[in-house]
Protein backbone atom coordinates (compact mmCIF):
# COMPACT_ATOMS: atom_id res chain seq x y z
CA UNK A 1 0.00 0.00 0.00
CA UNK A 2 1.33 3.53 -0.88
CA UNK A 3 -0.56 6.96 -0.57
CA UNK A 4 -1.25 6.82 -4.49
CA UNK A 5 -2.85 3.44 -4.15
CA UNK A 6 -4.34 2.25 -0.49
CA UNK A 7 -6.02 -0.64 -2.09
CA UNK A 8 -3.92 -2.18 -5.30
CA UNK A 9 -6.60 -4.32 -5.76
CA UNK A 10 -9.61 -2.53 -5.51
CA UNK A 11 -7.60 -0.07 -7.96
CA UNK A 12 -6.72 -3.07 -10.74
CA UNK A 13 -10.52 -3.97 -10.35
CA UNK A 14 -11.54 -0.53 -11.31
CA UNK A 15 -9.74 -0.62 -14.00
CA UNK A 16 -10.44 -3.86 -15.22
CA UNK A 17 -14.04 -3.09 -14.71
CA UNK A 18 -14.19 -0.17 -17.21
CA UNK A 19 -12.52 -1.91 -19.50
CA UNK A 20 -14.82 -4.94 -19.29
CA UNK A 21 -17.80 -2.31 -19.89
CA UNK A 22 -15.78 -0.55 -23.03
CA UNK A 23 -15.25 -4.09 -24.46
CA UNK A 24 -12.09 -1.75 -25.70
CA UNK A 25 -8.13 -2.11 -25.11
CA UNK A 26 -7.19 1.20 -26.68
CA UNK A 27 -4.83 3.75 -25.19
CA UNK A 28 -7.56 5.80 -24.14
CA UNK A 29 -9.45 3.68 -22.16
CA UNK A 30 -6.56 1.99 -20.80
CA UNK A 31 -5.32 5.40 -19.24
CA UNK A 32 -9.32 6.33 -17.97
CA UNK A 33 -9.46 2.96 -16.32
CA UNK A 34 -5.98 3.51 -14.58
CA UNK A 35 -7.11 7.11 -13.39
CA UNK A 36 -10.42 5.38 -12.31
CA UNK A 37 -8.45 2.96 -10.91
CA UNK A 38 -6.25 5.69 -8.92
CA UNK A 39 -8.83 8.60 -7.98
CA UNK A 40 -11.92 6.79 -6.98
CA UNK A 41 -10.41 4.85 -3.98
CA UNK A 42 -8.07 7.71 -3.34
CA UNK A 43 -10.92 10.15 -3.12
CA UNK A 44 -13.38 7.75 -1.05
CA UNK A 45 -10.68 6.83 1.46
CA UNK A 46 -12.59 8.86 4.15
CA UNK A 47 -15.85 6.95 3.83
CA UNK A 48 -13.84 3.91 5.04
CA UNK A 49 -13.01 4.67 8.49
CA UNK A 50 -11.89 1.48 9.91
CA UNK A 51 -10.18 0.46 5.98
CA UNK A 52 -11.47 -2.44 3.40
CA UNK A 53 -12.17 -5.61 5.60
CA UNK A 54 -10.07 -8.72 5.13
CA UNK A 55 -11.92 -11.26 4.27
CA UNK A 56 -10.32 -14.05 6.51
CA UNK A 57 -11.74 -16.96 4.58
CA UNK A 58 -12.65 -16.34 1.52
CA UNK A 59 -14.16 -19.84 0.64
CA UNK A 60 -16.46 -19.86 3.51
CA UNK A 61 -18.10 -15.95 1.74
CA UNK A 62 -17.88 -17.91 -1.56
CA UNK A 63 -20.37 -20.58 0.26
CA UNK A 64 -22.28 -17.99 1.88
CA UNK A 65 -22.72 -16.14 -1.25
CA UNK A 66 -24.14 -19.55 -2.71
CA UNK A 67 -26.64 -20.36 -0.57
CA UNK A 68 -27.67 -16.65 0.32
CA UNK A 69 -28.81 -16.49 -3.30
CA UNK A 70 -30.52 -19.89 -3.55
CA UNK A 71 -32.37 -18.59 -0.53
CA UNK A 72 -33.29 -15.43 -2.28
CA UNK A 73 -34.55 -17.27 -5.55
CA UNK A 74 -37.19 -19.43 -2.88
CA UNK A 75 -37.71 -16.89 -0.97
CA UNK A 76 -38.80 -14.93 -4.39
CA UNK A 77 -40.86 -18.08 -5.24
CA UNK A 78 -42.18 -18.23 -1.70
CA UNK A 79 -43.04 -14.20 -1.36
CA UNK A 80 -45.26 -14.81 -5.28
CA UNK A 81 -47.02 -17.71 -4.47
CA UNK A 82 -47.97 -16.32 -0.89
CA UNK A 83 -49.02 -13.12 -3.23
CA UNK A 84 -50.82 -14.83 -5.91
CA UNK A 85 -52.86 -17.74 -4.22
CA UNK A 86 -53.39 -16.79 -0.13
CA UNK A 87 -56.10 -15.07 1.41
CA UNK A 88 -54.68 -11.81 2.59
CA UNK A 89 -56.33 -12.71 6.24
CA UNK A 90 -54.31 -15.83 6.65
CA UNK A 91 -51.05 -13.95 6.55
CA UNK A 92 -48.68 -13.45 9.45
CA UNK A 93 -46.68 -10.39 8.68
CA UNK A 94 -45.01 -9.72 12.18
CA UNK A 95 -42.01 -8.44 13.97
CA UNK A 96 -39.16 -10.46 15.48
CA UNK A 97 -35.76 -10.37 17.34
CA UNK A 98 -32.94 -11.92 16.94
CA UNK A 99 -30.28 -11.98 19.27
CA UNK A 100 -26.81 -11.42 17.76
CA UNK A 101 -23.14 -12.45 18.81
CA UNK A 102 -21.59 -10.82 15.70
CA UNK A 103 -20.06 -7.53 16.37
CA UNK A 104 -17.73 -6.74 13.63
CA UNK A 105 -19.58 -3.62 11.47
CA UNK A 106 -18.56 -5.29 8.22
CA UNK A 107 -20.12 -8.54 9.36
CA UNK A 108 -23.38 -6.49 10.28
CA UNK A 109 -23.17 -4.83 7.33
CA UNK A 110 -23.44 -7.98 5.05
CA UNK A 111 -26.31 -9.26 7.42
CA UNK A 112 -28.09 -6.36 7.39
CA UNK A 113 -27.76 -6.53 2.88
CA UNK A 114 -28.58 -10.40 3.40
CA UNK A 115 -31.77 -9.76 4.96
CA UNK A 116 -32.76 -7.21 3.00
CA UNK A 117 -32.48 -9.01 -0.76
CA UNK A 118 -34.23 -11.73 0.57
CA UNK A 119 -37.98 -10.99 -0.40
CA UNK A 120 -40.11 -11.11 2.66
CA UNK A 121 -37.68 -9.87 5.20
CA UNK A 122 -36.66 -6.41 6.55
CA UNK A 123 -33.58 -5.47 8.95
CA UNK A 124 -35.66 -3.22 10.98
CA UNK A 125 -32.64 -1.73 13.23
CA UNK A 126 -30.15 -3.63 15.58
CA UNK A 127 -31.02 -2.27 19.61
CA UNK A 128 -27.98 -1.62 20.83
CA UNK A 129 -28.78 -2.58 24.60
CA UNK A 130 -29.55 -6.00 23.94
CA UNK A 131 -27.73 -6.60 20.70
CA UNK A 132 -31.03 -8.42 19.10
CA UNK A 133 -31.99 -7.42 15.59
CA UNK A 134 -35.60 -6.35 15.00
CA UNK A 135 -36.84 -8.38 11.74
CA UNK A 136 -39.95 -7.94 10.11
CA UNK A 137 -41.12 -11.34 8.50
CA UNK A 138 -43.50 -11.02 5.49
CA UNK A 139 -45.34 -14.23 6.44
CA UNK A 140 -43.87 -15.94 10.00
CA UNK A 141 -45.16 -19.11 11.22
CA UNK A 142 -42.10 -20.43 13.12
CA UNK A 143 -40.09 -17.69 14.82
CA UNK A 144 -37.13 -20.05 16.05
CA UNK A 145 -37.19 -20.84 12.47
CA UNK A 146 -35.86 -17.91 11.66
CA UNK A 147 -33.89 -17.59 14.69
CA UNK A 148 -32.09 -20.41 13.75
CA UNK A 149 -31.82 -20.17 10.41
CA UNK A 150 -30.22 -15.74 10.46
CA UNK A 151 -27.78 -18.07 13.18
CA UNK A 152 -26.78 -21.07 11.65
CA UNK A 153 -26.60 -20.12 7.82
CA UNK A 154 -25.83 -16.26 7.80
CA UNK A 155 -24.10 -15.08 11.11
CA UNK A 156 -22.50 -17.96 11.91
CA UNK A 157 -20.36 -17.91 8.28
CA UNK A 158 -19.74 -14.29 8.78
CA UNK A 159 -18.02 -14.39 12.60
CA UNK A 160 -15.89 -16.74 10.70
CA UNK A 161 -15.22 -14.25 7.56
CA UNK A 162 -15.28 -11.59 9.37
CA UNK A 163 -13.99 -11.96 13.50
CA UNK A 164 -10.65 -13.05 14.17
CA UNK A 165 -10.37 -15.71 16.55
CA UNK A 166 -9.89 -14.06 20.08
CA UNK A 167 -13.39 -12.53 19.03
CA UNK A 168 -15.14 -16.35 18.42
CA UNK A 169 -13.34 -17.87 21.64
CA UNK A 170 -15.38 -14.68 23.78
CA UNK A 171 -18.55 -13.59 22.04
CA UNK A 172 -19.81 -10.57 23.60
Known amino acids: ?3 WLPWPVVSLLLCALWLLLNQALDPANLLF ?4 GIA ?3 LTRRLQPLGYPRLRKPLVFLRLIGMASVEVVRSCLN ?3 IILFRDYKTV ?3 FMRVPLHLRDP ?32 FDLHDQQWWIDTIKNRYERPLIEIFESETDDANPA
Open 106 to 137: YGLAMLSCLINMTPGTVWVELLPDTHELSLHV
Open 79 to 81: VCQ
Open 1 to 3: MTP
Open 92 to 94: RAE
Open 40 to 42: VPL
Open 33 to 36: GALL
